[in-house]
C-alpha cells in the first residue's frame, strides 16, 4: 500500500434477517475495521441493513465477459431444467 | 436545592455537553482529512443534536415554565451553560478531535450507563438511546486512537500531544458537585469516584493499545458545570444563537 | 446538472484501435435494446471517456457542495433545522462516495479523479461557486438547487452504465427529502416576519439565474450531446430539462408568494410553458473559468483539508501494514 492509497473494499449487505446479502458499492479503507464502519456509514444510515461483508476488491475472483457466451448460453437452450417445460394433465394433482 | 431541582440542573447540563459537542463536530464539515471521515464526524454530531433535544425537551418538561428545547438551547447565556471545559476547547487538529471523543465518550458511556436504571423514567430512557450511539462513538474513535498512536512518527507525536494537552480538562468530569451528588443520593445516578476508576481502566488499556503515555496527574482545570467558561464558549454560543438573537420571537 | 456537459472544448481523441465499426455497432445494438452496460463489458473509448468525465464532475459537485452547505450547520436557527442539514450534507458526502465509487468501476482511481478536482483541473457544478450569505439561502439551494438536480438525476436512473444508473436510483431515493425540507424553510420564511420575507426573496434573487445555469448552455452549441443521447448517457436535452424546471418551480414561487426576478417571465397559454429570459452566459463561463466569488474559496477549503490530513491518511495506511506484517509474522 502505497502512503496513502487505501485499497478498495466491496460491499455486501443483508438488509433484513432472511435476505441474502447484495451488492451495494465500493469504499476506500485502510484496514478492515475502518471498512467496516465506512460501509456502515455509507450505506445503512437508513435503517437499511442487520449485517453487513466487506471484501478486498482484489479477493473478488469474477466471471470474464468475454467468456459469456460459452458459460451461460448453453443453459438458455437446455429449457428442460425449467418446470414449464413438461406438459401434465390439470387434473393431476400434487405435481 | 431540591431533587427536582438537581435533576433540571442535570439534565440541561447533559444536553449542553451534547450540542456543544455538535458544535465542534460541525466544524469538520468540508475539512476532514477524508471524505468517509468528514461523514462519520457529520453522523456523530446528529446523534449529539437527537440527544440535546431529548435532554432540552426532558429539561423544560420538568421545569413547567413552557419552555421548548430550542428556548433553552438559544435563549441561555453562557453563565447558564453548564457543559464540561473538555467540550468547548477548539478542534485542533484530527489527533486532537479523537483525543477528546475518546476522553469524553469514555466517561460520558459509564454515565449513561450509570443512568439506565434511574427512577427518572424519561432520563433513564433517553441513555438507553444514547449509550448506542456512545457505544458506535467510542468503537470508531477508539480504533483511530490507536492508529495514530501506532502509525507514523508524526501521528505518534500529535496525537500524544493532544492528549497531554486535554488531560487538564479530565478532572472536571469527575467532580462531584452538589447536583451530582443530589442525582447519586436520591436519583441513582452514578458515583463519580467509581466512574474514575473504570474510567482510568478503559483510558489505560486504550493508551497502551495505541503506544501512547498517559500523563500524570496535574493541576485540573473546571468550573464548566457551574457556569464558569473558558473564553471559547463565548465564541460557540454567539455563532449557535446569532440568528434567534437577530430576530427574537421568529418561527424558522 | 452536475454533469453539465461542461469540457465541451475537448478535442476529439484518436480512435482507439479497439474500436471497431463491427463492435462499435454491436455496442450501440446492446444500448438500442435497453440493456445496461456493466463494468468488465467491451465498450467504445468514447463512451468510456465520457462517463469518467461526467460522473467524476457530478461526484466533485456533491463534495464541494457539502461547504456551501455546511456554512451554515453551526447557525442553524433550531435543533430541527440543524439535525435535518446535517443529515442533508451527509447525504451529500454519501452521494459523492456513491459516484467515485461507480467511477472508479470504468478504471480510474478516486485519488487521481480527487487530485483532478484539487489542482483545479477537473470542473463541478458552477453552481456551488456561489455564497451561502442568509438562513434563507440554505431554503433556496434545497429548493432549486435540488429540485434542479432531481430533475436531472431522474432520467439517469435510466442511464445505460449499470453502477452509474445503480448509483442514481439511490441518490434518488435520498434526494427527495432534501427538496422537501428547503421549500419546508420557505414556507416558513415566507408566512414569518417582514425580515424573514425580505430574507426568502433576497435568496430568490440571487440563486435563480445560477440555477437555471445549471442545466447548461443549450444543446445546439454542444458537438457531444447528440452522441451522449445516442449511448442514453444523456437522455433529456438540457433546453427541456430547464424548460421544465421553470414550468415547474414559478408556481412554487407564487404559492410562496415570492416575486421571480425576471421580467420577461410569461405564461404562454398556447403552449402551455412559461417563456423566460435571456440567461447570462458570460456569467456562466466566468464561473466556470474560476471566475466565481466562491472558486477560490471552494478549492482552497478542499485543499486545505487533503493536505492537514496527509499525516492522518499516512498513519493509517502505516498502522494497516503494521498490522499485516504481525499478522503474517
Redesign the interface.
Known sequence: MSKTD?PLYEVFIRARSGLSHRHFGS?????E??AL??AR??YT?RNEGVSIWVVRSTEIIASDPADSDSLFEPAADKIYRHPTFYKIPDDVENI | MTKEQALITYATRMGDNA?VM??RL??W????????????M??F??DY??Q??MF?SYAGELDGKGQS??DI??LRDGWDYGNVLLLEQPNG???EAIARLVLFETFYSLQLEGLVSSPARKLAEIAACAIKESTYHI??AG?WL???G???D??HR?VQHAIDRLWTYTGELFEADQVDQIMQAKWEGPDLTVLREQWHRQIDALLSKATLQKPADGWMDSGGKQGHHSEHLGYILA??Q???RT?PG??? | MYTQGLDQKQKKSAADPADTPERLAAFQARIDADEKIEPKDWMPSGYRKTLIRQMSQHAHSE?VG??PE?NW???????????IL??K??DE??H??YIYGATETLGVSRDNLVADLLSGKAKYSSIFNYPTIS?ADIGTIGWLVDGAAIMNQIPLCRCSYGPYARAMVRVCKEESFHQRQGYE?ML??C???D??KRMAQGALDRWWWPSLMMFGPSDKTSEHSAQSMAWKIKRISNDELRQKFVDVTVPQAEYLGLKMPDEDLVFDKKTGHYRFGEIDWEEFWEVLKGNGKCNRERLE??N??HD?????????S??AE?QAARDAA
Not at chain 2, 464539515?29 to 462519520?40: C, D, I, N, S, T
Not at chain 3, 450547520?73 to 439535525?83: D, E, H
Not at chain 3, 490530513?309 to 499516512?314: A, L, N, P, Q
Open positions: 487505501w469504499i476506500h479503507a485502510a484496514d475495521t475502518m464502519d465506512h456509514d455509507l444510515r | 450540542i455538535a458544535q460541525s466544524e464539515v468540508g475539512h476532514g482529512p477524508e471524505l468517509e471521515e468528514e461523514m462519520a457529520a453522523n454530531a446528529l443534536v437527537g440535546a433535544r432540552f428545547e430550542d438551547c438559544f487538529d484530527f489527533g468503537r470508531h480504533h490507536i492508529r495514530l501506532d502509525g507514523t508524526e501521528s500529535r455563532e449557535m446569532s440568528l434567534q430576530y421568529a418561527n424558522w | 463534495i457539502m461547504l455546511g450547520i453551526t447557525r442553524a436557527p433550531t435543533l430541527r433545522r440543524k439535525a446535517l443529515a450534507v451527509q458526502a454519501g459523492g462516495l438562513w424553510i416558513e420564511l408566512r414569518g416576519t425580515e424573514q477549503a478542499r486545505s483539508a492537514e490530513g496527509r499525516w492522518v491518511r499516512e498513519a493509517a502505516a498502522y503494521k
